[in-house]
Nanobody, 123 residues
């Protein structure tokens, strides 16, 4: 009954910002590593950012470093992705991901996925 529900996507101009949220249920959120991945049309999914169970560790893909920030609020079972200075190449469906591990800074260790939220950045 694990469910991850993303929200906050939309259409934004290049240089703009969006804040994605993911509310988790049905899993021990406090001890689960969380992440955000994205998939552009015709491309493979790629991990964007990850955060450890107690937020002591974070990972960012090179293409978002300095622009995106991942955070979590365990009391609210919520993980966030603040996206600033958005570029057209950031256009993708963004997925919230949960891991059975405490921290998953790469592919292959996520086990739960949300339905995705569309982010479109216009040029």
């Amino acid at each position: 009954q694990v469910q991850l529900v993303e929200s906050g996507g939309g259409l934004v101009q290049a240089g703009g910002s969006l804040r994605l949220s993911c509310v988790a249920s049905g899993l021990p959120f406090r001890t689960n590593g969380m992440g955000w991945s994205r998939q552009a049309p015709g491309k493979d999914p790629e991990l964007v950012a990850a955060i450890g169970w107690n937020a002591d560790n974070t990972y960012y893909a090179d293409f978002v470093k300095g622009r995106f920030t991942i955070s979590r609020d365990n009391a609210k079972n919520t993980v966030y992705l603040q996206m600033n200075s958005l570029k057209p190449e950031d256009t993708a469906i963004y997925y919230c991901a949960g891991s059975r591990d405490y921290y998953c800074p790469g592919d292959g260790c996520y086990h739960y996925w949300g339905q995705g939220t569309q982010v479109t950045v216009s040029s």
